[in-house]
């Protein structure tokens, strides 16, 4: 599986329950690299989304034991979060935040695709220095691109030592 993430200068991913910035680019290549496939998310995170309604045209999972409900898949542990996954091609499963999920799942992730925001968002909740992790390196970075007004560079990670799940 892999993650995808989009991260301030201190790696910082949201405040107040919400993203950081709103930038049209990245979320053009959220849905790109998204639309079809399995996200798979904490419970707070699908509240974040508009109207805390599901990703269309996704299958969206969601782990917690707070809430349930018949829009998406709801699964209570982090063991059934397993067995619903093996459903699905390992290729095919986004892990799509927030932080406390992204710390869950990081590790048993074998890419992860870092939007970095050439900016401070005052966040609350992080995502892993990745620059920091030993089984981490930095695979690719694009060209800066401006998104509604702040500077952005797409990037991918590799995990060199991924745990299966
Ligand atoms: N910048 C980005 O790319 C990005 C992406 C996604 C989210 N975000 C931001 O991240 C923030 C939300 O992050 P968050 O950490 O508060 O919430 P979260 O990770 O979405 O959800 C936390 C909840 O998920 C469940 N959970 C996660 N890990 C678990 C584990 N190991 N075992 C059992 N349950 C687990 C628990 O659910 P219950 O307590 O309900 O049982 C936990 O309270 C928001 O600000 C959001 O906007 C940013």
């Known amino acids: 599986m892999k993650a995808i993430v989009c991260v301030d200068k201190q790696w910082g991913i949201g405040k107040a329950n919400r993203m950081l910035f709103h930038l049209p680019a990245d979320l053009k ?9 399995v996200i798979v998310m904490g419970g707070n995170t699908l509240l974040s989304f508009p109207g805390s309604k599901p990703l269309k045209d996704r ?6 034991d707070v809430y349930t409900r018949d829009d998406c898949v ?7 979060l397993k ?6 091609p390992e290729d095919e499963v986004f892990v ?10 990081i590790d048993y992730c074998s890419e992860a695709f870092v939007t970095k925001v050439d900016d401070v968002g005052g966040a609350e909740v992080f995502f892993p220095n990745l620059d920091e992790a030993d089984n981490w390196s930095l695979e690719y970075e694009s060209v800066p691109v401006t998104d509604n007004g702040y500077t952005v560079r797409f990037t991918t990670y590799k995990n060199n030592r991924v745990r299966n799940f």
């Open 83 to 88: 067995e619903e996954l093996r459903k699905y």
């Open 96 to 105: 799509v935040g927030g932080a406390m999920f992204y710390r869950t799942m």
């Open 59 to 64: 299958t969206n999972i969601v782990l917690t």
């Open 29 to 37: 290549f959220f849905k790109e690299k998204t639309i079809g496939k």
């Open 74 to 80: 709801v699964v209570p542990t982090l063991e059934k």
